[in-house]
């Protein structure tokens, strides 16, 4: 068995955004000193690391709900967090906790193990992994060896562009993914024509989602004509004001967001009983109807052809701004095609096939088409399927019989496609008894700086073998669970594993991540549901960061315990 002296053992994490940030400073503080944190970028952030941020960017949250608890967000918390905020505070963070610990401009080519004879299903000594890396900054490779490694490459790094949109040598304008517009933005301006000249330019962007809409809010404020074409709207929620703590930090959107399994009684009304299933269903429509009237959304727009918020995690939290997106789409300065989809490029090679028949001419296209797998590069079939990071058909047909899962929206065929097994999408199941592989960042939730906290100290403690960590005595447990979890996501959000990609749905709690940090941190042998309150107040406690930051101490009171209980 491999040794779990923390000192002793060489851990990687991959990625240094802010999964991977809290993951290192807590696996530092439990002793991990041989760490080291790899990265392609110049500085650490990941998403929100200097060279991808953009003028247009803002968290979809207000202030102060994405950093963790060992370090404040400075400010008021009544404003959303700019992209620049953001990039600040993930590097005062690096620099406070991690430095030292840093390989940047380094890119992992392959992650696998050391051949060995026949399939191990716990680890050995002479095991570990070897990570193939290239140095950016000079083009060379090596091979470094490691005992742990820890996934935190997100899933918002590795381009995704259809087959169709890849653009042939006949197209003769330029063509780029979102996530290069902010980089080539001179020479992009630079080649436009403004809507006060002759013959202005036309800008297609393809996709509804939030960066296609701040790029053509970027543009309209430039004086650049945009089109953007989608077949359905992400939806989105919109308050006139900033929300009280109480309000916006509680825990009623996760109450009023079935979960698995149901833990209080107030879920259980809500979700199980015809009264309680149509006081979530009001809820959720009337949230999404009166953001739409304060936006002053027309009645005929394609942004109220949206995915209903009840179903979705395709959803937005919008402020009431002037020129804003949807301003400008609200005066007609932005033109919305919809509901259609680009499906390839004219014969003249300077425009776009659209699905409904039509063509339109264009001057730039900008592919607001998303991710893939960040995964999928850095290891090979083989490895993958060994350690449990492949889609694998479903084995879990379990139903819930809530009264708000009733009467969902018609799902795709494929909506029973083969899915990810991820034990609480922090452990590939498969590798459950091997304590040398792990996950953080791929849970999608909008409670980002708890769960990334909570799941860092779990991992921690499963690196450890911490005798209090409660885990699956098998990998057939582990696989049974993750496939259950799945089955539920399957009927929870339809058609949503055909839209995330695997490096950012090992799990999809969204608004329901108190439950799932609660969950994470029972299986600690901690308290849970820690904002407090009584049987009246518990629900609209705001829940706060700051409950995590004796999580280190308390996880030492109870490896202190079980060794004193040993010794009697």
């Known amino acids: 068995m491999s040794p779990t002296s923390p000192p002793e053992i060489a851990v990687a994490i991959i990625g240094a955004g802010a999964s991977g940030l809290i993951t290192g400073k807590t696996l530092l503080d439990d002793g991990f000193t041989n760490l080291t944190l790899i990265t392609r970028d110049a500085s650490p952030g990941g998403t929100w690391a200097a060279e991808r941020i953009y003028p247009e960017l803002r968290l979809n949250n207000v202030h102060g709900e994405y950093h963790f608890s060992s370090l404040p967000m400075p400010g008021q918390g009544t404003t959303r967090l700019k992209g620049s905020q953001l990039k600040d505070y993930m ?75 890849e653009p042939p040598s006949s197209v003769t304008i330029p063509v780029m993914h ?94 199980t009983t015809k009264l309680g299933a149509k006081i979530v269903r009001a809820h959720w429509k009337n949230m999404q109807e009166s953001s739409y009237d304060l936006l002053k959304i027309p009645k005929d727009s394609p942004l109220r052809n949206a995915h209903p918020a009840q179903w979705t995690i395709r959803l937005n939290d919008e402020s009431n701004v002037p020129e804003s997106f949807f301003t400008f789409t609200n005066e007609g300065k932005i033109e919305l095609i919809s509901p259609t989809r680009v499906i390839g490029y004219g014969d003249d090679g300077k425009s776009v096939k659209l699905k409904n028949g039509e063509t339109i001419a264009a001057d730039m296209v900008i592919l607001g088409t998303g991710y893939t797998s960040s995964w999928k590069p850095l290891f090979d079939e083989e490895t993958a399927s060994q ?76 690196f450890l073998r911490d005798p209090f960590l409660k885990l699956p005595s098998s990998v057939e ?88 209980q040993t010794r009697i």
């Open 91 to 165: 590097e005062s963070f690096a620099d406070a906790f991690l430095k030292g610990h840093f390989r940047y401009k380094t890119e992992v080519l392959n992650i696998r193990r050391p051949k060995t004879d026949g399939p191990i299903v716990e680890a050995r000594d002479e095991e570990g992994w070897i990570v193939t890396i290239r140095n950016l900054k000079d083009d060379s490779t090596e091979q470094l060896k490691f005992d742990k490694i820890v996934l935190c490459t997100g899933g918002c790094s590795q381009l995704y562009i259809p087959a169709e949109l």
């Open 387 to 462: 350690i449990g990071l492949t889609r694998t058909a479903p084995t879990s047909f379990e139903k819930w019989d809530y009264e708000t899962l009733k009467d969902p929206p018609a799902a795709h065929p494929d909506n029973e496609q083969w899915s990810l097994s991820v034990y609480r999408g922090l452990v590939p199941a498969k590798s459950i008894l091997r304590h040398d592989i792990a996950v953080n960042g791929a849970v999608f939730s909008v409670g980002n700086g708890y769960t990334f906290e909570t799941s860092a100290h779990w991992i921690s403690s499963y």
């Open 178 to 271: 979102s996530s290069k517009f902010w980089t080539n933005l001179e020479p992009t301006l630079s080649s436009l024509k403004t809507t006060d000249t002759l013959n202005p330019s036309t800008v297609v962007l393809v996709g509804g989602g939030k960066s296609t809409q701040d790029i053509a809010t970027f543009l309209c404020k430039k004086g650049i004509r945009t089109k953007v074409v989608f077949e359905k709207a992400d939806c989105f929620v919109c308050a006139p004001d900033a929300m009280p703590a109480f309000l916006r930090h509680c825990r009623m959107l996760s109450i009023m967001s079935p979960s698995m399994d149901l833990r209080t009684r107030l879920e259980r009304f809500l979700h």
């Open 477 to 564: 447990a582990a696989l049974a669970e993750a496939s259950r979890v799945a089955a539920f996501v399957r009927q929870r959000w339809p058609d949503i594993l055909l839209w995330v990609n695997d490096s950012y749905s090992a799990n999809n709690v969204f608004f329901g991540w108190p439950q799932h940090a609660d969950q994470l941190l029972e299986d600690m042998s901690l308290p849970s549901m820690r904002s407090g309150g009584n049987f009246l107040t518990w629900a609209f406690c705001p829940v706060s960061i700051m409950e995590l930051r004796t999580l280190k101490e308390e996880r030492d009171g109870n490896r202190a315990l079980f060794l004193k």
